[in-house]
């Protein structure tokens, strides 16, 4: 099932995290160790001695700084719950991508009952953000001259009010062996320097956080659909969520 399928995009996210962060810190790590090598085994010159020293300051420095961007990456940020109104936020992310639409004649088609949608209640800088991720994705897979559809609708799920939200493409679609590596940090398929593979990544740690769901359906060849449901009453936090999102130790 979908959510089947999104708890293994979880595990695979940590792992590719872990191999990500493994890969970067062998390097300094070899140096540091070819170094005390040196320092152990040669007698080298007092020059040589103090290349040799900076070496292993600099690479250590480096596993210093590594360590640090992950934990920064893994710790859980303060979840800010405040009401936001949908409709205002919405609007915000329709304005901010008007350049890239008019750059390759694309249309977004916005379909929101903005009377209608409950207020929800967490940051809407943050909300923002992460709807700019996905739509975003969403113009660039799309054709030239294509339309992206957005729709903001009230849902309610096992009786907890809610909003939905869908961000619908006619782009090349994901195949169903990449759709559970999309929400891994560092995951991507656009060109270096392009992609940083962090959007999906953060907007799904975003919506967990507030109880929310995040659901890719995709076809090949037809397009992707992006849904993301939000409750309106603020959630408080769970075991299992809490669980879930602990900072790498
Ligand atoms: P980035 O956009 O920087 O690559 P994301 O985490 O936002 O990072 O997306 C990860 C990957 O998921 C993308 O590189 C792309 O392969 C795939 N993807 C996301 N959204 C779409 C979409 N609407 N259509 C096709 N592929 C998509």
Do not use: Y
């Amino acid at each position: 099932t979908q959510e089947q399928l999104l708890q293994k995009g979880k595990m695979a996210a940590v792992g590719s995290l872990v191999s990500g962060l493994c890969h970067e810190l062998n390097n300094p790590m070899a140096a540091i160790r070819m170094s005390l090598d040196l320092m152990v085994r040669r007698k080298l010159a007092p020059e040589r001695q103090r290349e040799t020293l900076e070496v292993i300051e600099r690479q250590s420095q480096r596993c210093v700084s590594l360590v640090k961007a992950l934990r920064e990456f893994s710790s859980r940020p303060a979840v800010i719950r405040e009401p936001c109104e949908v409709g205002a936020v919405v609007g915000r992310v329709i304005e901010l991508v008007g350049p890239q639409l008019s750059r390759r004649r694309l249309s977004l088609d916005a379909r929101l009952a903005a009377a209608e949608l409950p207020r929800l209640h967490l940051h809407g800088a943050e909300l923002e953000t992460a709807l700019r991720h996905v739509v975003t994705n969403a113009l660039e897979a799309s054709p030239e001259g294509g339309t992206v559809t957005l729709e903001a609708r009230p849902l309610a799920r096992e009786g907890t009010q809610g909003v939905e939200v869908a961000v619908i493409d006619h782009g090349p679609g994901i195949s169903p062996d990449t759709l559970p590596h999309v929400i891994e940090p560092f995951f991507t398929t656009k060109p270096p320097g392009e992609g940083t593979g962090l959007g999906l990544s953060l907007t799904h740690r975003f919506i967990d956080a507030h109880g929310g769901t995040l659901n890719i359906e995709s076809e090949r060849g037809r397009g992707t659909t992006v849904r993301m449901w939000l409750p309106a009453a603020p959630v408080l936090e769970t075991a299992a969520s809490a669980e879930g999102e602990a900072p790498l130790q």
